[in-house]
């Protein structure tokens, strides 16, 4: 038995859409996909680098530029931004209270120095992009192979220091020797790389010998400390000492021509004296004599001078004056 369909109910069926029409859309939209595909932008410290089916065929600077859809690629490489690569650490965040790790990068970091002692060298390296052809298609995962040049670069001037000059003073030297040598190896691989500078971050023993490395250090210092201070004794006894030894000697001196002279008046006056004695024996005896009780006397006290012929003149000593019995 057929069933009839209620008069009421009528089939729903989509608009038709010309054919026009769609072809019309079809055409918009390959259209807008062509405009979209052949147009980009550069940005202000970026360049772009045109592939043609996979070769290079130029380089585009920044602003608005157009391509072969479908054809050309571009690739930006940012040659005005400063890039860096860290060895034997990584930054977590940055700020104002950067936090860094060293865990895990330790075969980065540890190298052999020129006299069989061990370095904990962690350090960064600055640089440019200058050439981006060459960057690109001339070393096959440029920044890997970047980061293989210096660790090598490090590890061959770090075996030419003593661990002295890689802890202390020579740390400029090498970040120096370091920048010159990675930029040369740059150019001979024809990175595309410019080094702008290399900056030793920390230079440390490492954590397993830290403790005797710092008992050795304290020891040197306590030994540069005594040869200072026996230094500065040297400077101030030794000087004192010359000059002393120097006076002495001119005091020396200065008493020997004064002798000499005292003795050679002494002789002049003698002889002078004998001169005068040949004349007149006699007188000059006497004057001798007078001369000498003159300088004598005064030095005996009481005295009395009496004549060989005079009698009683036991009462003239008074013998009681001044406690005399």
Not at 76 to 99: C, D, P, Y
Not at 172 to 196: N, P, S
């Given at each position: 038995?057929?069933?009839?369909?209620?008069?009421?109910?009528?089939?729903?069926?989509?608009?038709?859409?010309?054919?026009?029409?769609?072809?019309?859309?079809?055409?918009?939209?390959?259209?807008?996909?062509?405009?979209?595909?052949?147009?980009?932008?550069?940005?202000?410290?970026?360049?772009?680098?045109?592939?043609?089916?996979?070769?290079?065929?130029?380089?585009?600077?920044?602003?608005?530029?157009?391509?072969?859809?479908?054809?050309?690629?571009?690739?930006?490489?940012?040659?005005?931004?400063?890039?860096?690569?860290?060895?034997?650490?990584?930054?977590?965040?940055?700020?104002?209270?950067?936090?860094?790790?060293?865990?895990?990068?330790?075969?980065?970091?540890?190298?052999?120095?020129?006299?069989?002692?061990?370095?904990?060298?962690?350090?960064?390296?600055?640089?440019?992009?200058?050439?981006?052809?060459?960057?690109?298609?001339?070393?096959?995962?440029?920044?890997?192979?970047?980061?293989?040049?210096?660790?090598?670069?490090?590890?061959?001037?770090?075996?030419?220091?003593?661990?002295?000059?890689?802890?202390?003073?020579?740390?400029?030297?090498?970040?120096?020797?370091?920048?010159?040598?990675?930029?040369?190896?740059?150019?001979?691989?024809?990175?595309?790389?410019?080094?702008?500078?290399?900056?030793?971050?920390?230079?440390?023993?490492?954590?397993?010998?830290?403790?005797?490395?710092?008992?050795?250090?304290?020891?040197?210092?306590?030994?540069?400390?005594?040869?200072?201070?026996?230094?500065?004794?040297?400077?101030?006894?030794?000087?004192?000492?010359?000059?002393?030894?120097?006076?002495?000697?001119?005091?020396?001196h200065g008493y020997a021509t004064e002798r000499i002279?005292?003795?050679?008046?002494?002789?002049?006056?003698?002889?002078?004296?004998?001169?005068?004695?040949?004349?007149?024996?006699?007188?000059?005896?006497?004057?001798?004599?007078?001369?000498?009780?003159?300088e004598v006397l005064p030095k005996v006290g009481r005295?009395?001078?009496?004549?060989?012929?005079?009698?009683?003149?036991?009462?003239?000593?008074?013998?009681?004056?001044?406690?005399?019995?």
């Amino acid at each position: 038995m057929a069933t009839q369909r209620p008069g009421n109910i009528h089939e729903l069926r989509p608009p038709e859409i010309p054919a026009n029409v769609l072809r019309l859309i079809v055409s918009g939209a390959v259209i807008l996909l062509i405009v979209v595909s052949s147009v980009f932008t550069i940005g202000a410290e970026e360049v772009g680098v045109i592939l043609r089916f996979g070769q290079y065929k130029r380089t585009e600077s920044s602003g608005l530029h157009f391509k072969i859809p479908f054809i050309e690629s571009v690739t930006k490489v940012a040659v005005e931004r400063q890039n860096k690569e860290e060895f034997g650490f990584r930054t977590i965040s940055a700020g104002k209270r950067t936090q860094f790790s060293t865990r895990g990068y330790e075969e980065e970091s540890l190298m052999l120095t020129g006299d069989l002692n061990a370095a904990d060298v962690e350090w960064i390296v600055q640089y440019r992009i200058d050439n981006p052809f060459e960057f690109l298609f001339k070393v096959r995962n440029a920044r890997q192979t970047f980061r293989d040049m210096n660790e090598a670069i490090m590890r061959e001037i770090i075996g030419d220091r003593t661990v002295n000059e890689v802890l202390t003073v020579g740390r400029q030297e090498i970040a120096d020797a370091m920048t010159l040598k990675l930029q040369e190896l740059c150019e001979q691989y024809e990175l595309g790389i410019r080094v702008d500078q290399v900056v030793l971050q920390d230079v440390t023993p490492p954590e397993m010998v830290k403790p005797a490395f710092n008992e050795v250090n304290e020891a040197q210092q306590e030994k540069e400390k005594l040869i200072n201070q026996a230094r500065s004794a040297y400077n101030q006894v030794i000087p004192k000492a010359r000059g002393e030894a120097l006076r002495t000697i001119e005091e020396a001196h200065g008493y020997a021509t004064e002798r000499i002279n005292i003795a050679r008046g002494d002789s002049a006056q003698f002889a002078a004296i004998y001169r005068e004695y040949i004349k007149a024996k006699e007188v000059t005896r006497q004057r001798i004599f007078l001369e000498t009780m003159n300088e004598v006397l005064p030095k005996v006290g009481r005295k009395l001078i009496t004549d060989d012929a005079a009698s009683g003149i036991l009462p003239l000593f008074n013998l009681q004056q001044g406690g005399g019995k």
